[in-house]
């Protein structure tokens, strides 16, 4: 994969990818976005598709009247987006390996609600080449979950 990268405003494409989401959520969540401006030098391409298989697997393993929240928070030097949800969570023993290829979440979300499990894992791989972390977070099955993805900040 080659980067194209460009300054991004990394507030906007999370909102932008929020709002999306959430007209083709047709489970009806209750959503929270805080997503103030905070740039980056990536390819917007790529990081959209990071943050929509975040968002995506939210819906996906949020049962209908569940949460999800999207935040951004600028820091000196870093970007600190966090997508949360109160959906089925993640096992202790699948934490560790959830973006791995082929690792799906609890046995009772199958792959007939769509994916090949290879979602978490091409994110990790983006993540990466744009300097950035990303990490799952569950206090496990039946909590919810926490995806922190962090990106440098764009100085000036």
Not at 24 to 53: I, M, P, Y
Request: charged letters at 20%.
């Amino acid at each position: 994969v080659t980067l194209q990268k460009t300054r991004v405003n990394m507030g906007e494409l999370l909102r932008h990818c929020c709002d999306a989401r959430m007209v083709g959520d047709a489970k009806e969540h209750a959503w929270s976005v805080a997503a103030d401006d905070a740039f980056t030098v990536g390819d917007r391409t790529r990081l959209t598709q990071v943050l929509d298989n975040i968002l995506a697997n939210a819906i996906k393993y949020t049962p209908a009247g569940g949460r999800i929240t999207a935040r951004l928070t600028a820091m000196p030097d870093t970007i600190v987006i966090e997508v949360a949800d109160t959906g089925v969570g993640i096992a202790a023993d699948v934490l560790p390996t959830i973006f791995e290829s082929l690792v799906q979440g609890p046995t009772t979300i199958d792959r007939s609600q769509g994916g090949l499990g290879l979602g978490l894992s091409i994110a990790r791989g983006l993540v990466h080449m744009h300097g950035g972390t990303i990490v799952a977070e569950s206090d496990g099955l039946g909590t919810g979950s926490r995806f922190t993805v962090r990106l440098p900040l764009a100085i000036g």
